[in-house]
């Protein structure tokens, strides 16, 4: 029957099931096989994303006739235990919406390269002998380097090569060693544990190229600062389903469905346990619907309402009552019943340092990082163990045993002097509510007198100051509040007019935080986020929400203490892969430089920077400097920060200088460099950003959107770095002018030789690069993934081959070593020598460097240059360009009897070595027949990896990870144990392992099954015997210090620097709020209206990367939108997905509003990651493309961040340095006259 | 008595995160192709919303469902005389645009523009007229409140007078995930002029035979829900099928499995197949519930169990039965309610209502609230998940937050007699483990396997998977010749 009369069958007799249920027409059920044959599949792979969310899903990915056509989570992670939720299933949306990618219309298939340049370069291989002298000749001649630099963005891209793409590449790399220096080379990739063996592919190229690898967790500020000024840590945080363990959680600035999708449940269902919810956010949050109590505080005020309930609990839980629970945590785990001095200052006396050991007329080693504790049992002052004095000269004290270090009593810390003062003294304390009206406060303490060798003394405890910070009365006289309703620092009633929460409400919430900590051992928790880490005072608002935390003795709980998830990860194999990707198996150092200093002074930002030092450090202080780049000048000549480009001469050109001088010996060079330094015969490159000699020159972006997404300050990254087409709307000369840094009339416009971008899709970086190469997808790769989210170690795997002529990351940068060293041979470039400048580092005995926290600059003759002391460690590095590609594949000669390590604890991997040759196979010389071992491809005589383990394809390099870390291998875990113990004087510390000694967690077995990683004390908490991870348990009930100076969690920070900041202890600052333009733009009629811009995350983009794909699309406004409150919007006559501009000096964004009651007056959300390639038009006030999220923002830096060389302020790797934050700023909005698309 | 088994589903809104990753696992398997492209099967609305399509709740617009008329059942689109006349017009369609126009960019350009003055940019481009186009709205425009007028739109909160709310302070929203609801008493298959649409015998899954269906689309309206979709490429009905691919192995629908947020639960009801009629045309709405509840049946009641086995439903069903989370949330405890069952389709989708923040001016006088201290009104929600029945909103939000007290008690190893007496020993702490801890195991309780005789199950041993004729003989038989559906019969 045809359709047509098939249509007439209305009144057709139907047929019957034998119940008479179910009524079947003609056909029967036959056609059920239709979608059961579209359910069917051929293969399932286990895989995963390396999405930058830090989620580590595992993943099933279905294949079918060869293609994959959908993905679904995994449910068989190990159980938490029979009383708890299980992590199943992991996954969101967004990772549901992957498999999109593969075959997208957007899908790099091919290698590209930039028109203009192809063309050029085309031309000029014919033209020279070499690729050398190719590429010189474009880049040399202003005209044709300009003609392809201005072209970037703009289209234009034509079909290369595997060859050509990494011919040019390898060309420019080893033109600028050549003529600059390697360290004007850099890479950058963010967040290892997503991927942790394609990080390291480029990674381990960078550094065996000398280039620098240029951070992402303190440039993306995610980095919260104050975890390692409070505790020495990066970020150690729980595991999501540790939260299943607390009593009562805050979610403060974090929106947990959004942000931590696959964790969401953990928080959802702890209520059916009887644990109450608060969310702290100043919008009705996703995170606000699983709450019982909205605190819906103002944007960026966090501070103020954390100090308020800070005083509630200190005045009602330690003074007006003492919970012996609390005080006791404060005496074993807090810097509170330290001494501090009180320094006199103009006539005042303000906070000072720590007293010293030193001070004391002590003269045992390190005697200046040794502090004392008045003990009650002796009524003396006792030096008690742990302390960083101890971590560097006597390893047997350096643990947490209340024990007088000097003979082994044991002691009780007094936390007040208040019942054994001699004087009461008015100390005078910084104050910042208000940006125009900085204050100081004075505020009573009591003090004992000391005789010193500096003579007579004031000191009293940092419990003590800071209960005169916070203004609790402790009937001491002085200006304190007596109760809850005076209108003074830091009361309930006095935080309102900054937060707009009822002053009763501050006071609940404060009560029922600690009331549950008591009732429950510490299970009160605090999980934070982005919307109060973003932020440029986040440390200091950090500080003030931790405190809450160490105050009810919360942390090292399981269940309690602070949960920091922003862009934080965990990289469980920390040591392998910390070696493989350092390229330490063959060299000394890699050079890695801190992010946010680089694009900082890359992107010329420093030339317009708004800020003066001046409004912002305390009243009690005159800035060092009035414009922050002069701070970074001061961190790069201290050693705190590291700075590439280093200097303003090569390397090579510095050692041939020094011969000319007739040095050699490197130890003379040294000499030799720090004198020329001193007499300014050699400068930092920072000190003259501008000059050409001092130009990043090549960049290759792997796993990132750094160009789109993660550039704060976007225009200036077009104008400066990339000298293309930008929106900058304002080009004024800083503030303040710069006095270390070089002002030349001329900045730097295209600095970028190339722009390398490996990526799997044609979006913002991609766009903007010369060349792109097509990287394979997630499910055409093996490779690693942990997260802290959870504590497992899982893999990635090829569901499919790499489609077209994409590679794996591994194998693309094993593509450009070859180039690299094949060129080198080509031109005989000879072996390199090296000079790489060191920062003083954390968790290395550099950590003692600079005592006190005292600055002495050396430039200005305040010390000599030393190096490692008061200036960078140098380090010698020879560089042999022919033998890259050799050294990438083979595991290097320096680990067969070396150690690998994290966080000051490394062992000897030696039998790890040797096991991995068996288990890789070893390099072989070919050309001496026999077996090819593996697929070793090229091995001629002379090979300098012969003999190694071979890691040239990406699985054996994941082997080699699992085998080298202590958190997949049980006998490197039971190695590092056992080095744990000798480091602190504790026994019995390798049943850590939980008997999981004898285990080795391989790839085949993360296949089968997702694997719970071993315990180990590269982390300060531990998972034994399955238990929940959380933080700081080692150090609370294993007695391991913070690795703080005092050892403990620090409320009180003595470097001079905090001091000129105001912000030794915690406290409240106001948000910067400079005006959206310095001259107003002339006014055409439109009405505009000024907001706080806000860039939290977005719901609809595969995390802060990837936000393209038709599914999430679809499920918003299809393209970039701005959220703002009805009421704004109806201000300038915007309605619901109007088109606005919204700008401000650094440039304008075009988008769709969206208007809703849910967000409150005075704000704009532009989620993250809207990227610019998909639904955006032009705008009238640039004539140009409108922008990304980052359009709007720029960076501050805050030079506290930037401390060096003293403990816990040592700089790390993405641990310690200045963070990329961007908030802090306003826009104009306003309703967008027309709509142009600019297609031409 | 006619006992019949049903496959359930049960949402625990408390715990839903609006996260969407339900819609998209589910489009990804089931309609992610040309034509279905504006399809959810499953979709997320943010409550209050108008939702999608536009305002599908709005009865006097839709025509869904059915209604009472002297009594009687009949379809709220009319009789069937009635709906004879419009087989070529159907005033009560959606169109496309109270749903959405499905869009895609120009992808390509990105990569092969040529160079230009501006950066490229991919433009978004219908994927049903093949243009360029704005985008407009979209299948979850209203998204977190996105919008806000729409917001105030929403039909239940007119009806409770409450259209002006959402005033900041004490401003709400929660997630509302919405599927076919295999009702046991489908309008859509009443609607169906073709006979296309039918009830399986074995599980309840309500599904459109592709084969049968002739496109007359009147199904799209008759479902109140609106969660009949008209194929534009194949001039076919489709709608959810519950995964019964899956079903049939004994895994959770898609929808289920992948939810993150862990809030969904599958299981087996048994039910009075006799008494359905009679309790969708219960006379007063807010009844239906109630009445619905009494049409499930015990499983773990010996005669029930006899009579059931008698009646032909498999050992491994009755076994399931007994062991049916959704069973559990719906009849024992009571906590799981239907979806407007005023439609009177009498839904087996249920619903667990949301907590809730503290009203603003109450927050900071409670600890944990009661019903009326919550932000989202006890009258919303009811006229939700209960026809307005205040009674049995506020009855379950209750013992949901008693639940919390006793547990934050036991917990902390306080006395809990209190509860004890109120709810029995373990009630409360059963239901902790179901809602709280949430095994998967416990989550999902499918019966797994063919219904068939042995010598069918050999049978399809050897020609499982074929997918034409060769192996299993064209003859037609329901089920058991291996044959696809499809070419065999036309």
Redo the contacts between chains.
Sequence with gaps: MN?FF??F??L?P?NK???G????????????????????YDKVVRSTHGVNCTGSCSWNVFVKNGIV?????N?DYPETSP????F??????RG??F?WYMY???R?KYP?VR??LADMWRAAKKEYPNALEAWKSIVTDPEKAKRYKS?R?????VRSTWEEASEITAASMLYTVQTYGPDRNFGFSPIPAMSMISYAAGARFMNLMGGACLSFYDWYADLPPASPQVWGDQTDVPESSDWYNA?YIMTWGSN???TR??D??FL?????????VI?VSPD?A?S???????L?VKAGSDGALAMAMGHVILKEYYVDNTTPMFVDYAKRYTDFPFLVQLEEQDGKLVAGHFLTAKTMGDKSAHSEFKYYVLDETTDSLVIPNGQMGHRWSDKSKWNLKLENSENGAPINPVLSFIDSKDEIKAVTLPFFGHLDDKQTLDRHVPVKRLHTREGVVYVTTVYDLLLANYGVDRGLGGAVNTDYTSDTPFTPTWQEKYTGI?P??V???AR?FADNAI??GGRSLIIMGGGINHWFHADVIYRAVLNLVLFCACEGKNGGGWAHYVGQEKLRPAEGWGAIMSAKDWQPVPRLQNGTSFFYFATDQWRTDEMDTDDLVSPLASPRYRHVGDYNVLAARLGWLPSYPTFNKSGAAIFEEAKQAGLTEFGDVKTFVAEQLKKKELSFAVEDPDAPENFPRNLIVWRANLITSSSKGHEYFMKHLLGT?NGLLENNEPVAKPTEIKWREQAGEGKLDLLVDLDFR??GSA?YSDIVLPTATWYEKTDLSSTDMHPFVHPFQPAVDPGWEAKTDWDIFLTLGKAVSKLAKEVNMPVYRDMVAMPLQHDSEAELAQPGGVVKDWSRGECEPIPGKTMPQLVEVTRDYTRIFEKQRALGPNLANGAVGAHGIAVNIGEQYEELKARNGVIRDASLGGVKAGNMTEVATGDVGIGCPSIEDAYQACQAVLTMSSATNGAVAHKSWAKAEELTGLTDLTKMTGGRSGEHITFEDIVAQPRLVISTPIFTGNGKDNRRYTPFTNNVELLMPFRTITGRQSYFLDHDMMAEWGEQMATYKPILAYAPMREALPNDGTREITLKYLTPHN?WSIHSMYF?T??M???????QSV?LN?DDANEIGVT??DWIELYNSNGVVASRA?????I?RGLVYMHHAQD???????TSLTG??GGTHNTPTRIHMKPTHMIGGYGQLSYGFNYYGPTGNQRDMLVVVRKMKEVD???? | MKIKAQISMVMNLDKCIGCHTCSITCKNTWTNREGAEYMYFNNVETKPGIGYPKHWEDQNRWKGGWVLKNGKLELATGSKGNRLMKLFFHPEQPELKDYFEPWTYDYETLIHSKRKNNQPVARPRSLITKEKMEIEWGPNWEDDLAGGSTARADVNLQNIGQNIALDFHDIFMKYLPRLCNHCLNPACVAACPSGAIYKRDEDGVVLISQDVCRGWRHCVPACPYKKIYYNWQTNKAEKCVFCYPRLENGLPQICADTCVGRMRYVGVLLYDLDKVADIAATENSQDIYGNMLDVILDPHDPDIVKMAREQGIPENWLKAAKESPVYRLIKEWQIALPLHAEYRTVPMVWYVPPMSPILHKQASSVHFPEAEAMRIPVAYLAQLLSAGNEVVIRRVLDTLLDLRRYMQQRTRGEATTEFDEKYGPHALYDMYRLLGVAKYKDRFRIPAGMNASQEEKRLHQGVGGFSDCAFGGCSGSAGASGCSGGGCHE
């Design positions: 359709t098939k249509k069958s209305y057709a139907k099931s034998e119940s249920h179910q009524a079947i027409y003609e056909g029967g059920r036959d056609w059920e096989s239709m979608y059961r044959n579209r359910w069917s056509t959908w993905e679904n989570q449910h009383d708890m939720p299980d199943e299933p992991r996954g969101c949306p549901a919406s498999s997208s219309p957007l790099v590209y028109g203009e072209a963005g703009m289209g234009g891209f009593g947990v469905p959004q999708t696959p969401a449940h959802t269902e702890v209520r059916y346990k009887g644990t109450k969310s009705y996703e606000t619907t699983a709450a019982d109590t909205w819906n009822a009763d409400m006071i609940h919430t029922e009732a429950t087409k044609m979006a766009l719901k393209d038709p599914q699309l679809t499920l918003f406004r299809g393209g959220w009805e619901d997905n969206v208007v809703t009651p849910r409150p610019r390639h998909i639904n955006v038009p032009g140009g493309r698309w600019l297609e031409d």
